[in-house]
């Protein structure tokens, strides 16, 4: 058989891939700290999350599963009481509707990763 490669493929067609500068947001946070969207789609969300001292961590609890992954710098994420030390090329995992806070930082910048799960009943 003389298939062509994508004579089989079903589903929508992907848009064309785009890339986000990470270093280049990261760099822009630095001095004040604060978050940036890099990437948005109907079932995802990236963004660069830098945190400066002594602004404290504000963010409250989220909607979707999300993944934390440390691009540079150290610091504690109290997660549901529980204290996980971070550093540099450190990952983790927190669930929908998980408190969670940092701290113990002084700059700390991560890639963060929000699974956009569609509403219950849609």
Known sequence: MNDAPDEHLTGPMLTVAHAFDVEAVKERLSETGGYEVVHSSPGLEIGVYVLVAPEPDRQQ????????????????????????????????????????RFSGYEHLSLLVIFEHTPARGS
């Open 61 to 100: 609890p989220h909607d979707d599963d999300e993944v934390y992954i440390v691009l540079e710098g150290t610091g504690v994420l109290d997660i549901e009481g529980a204290k996980v030390e971070l550093r540099e090329g450190h990952a983790l995992f927190v669930p929908a509707g998980a408190e969670h």
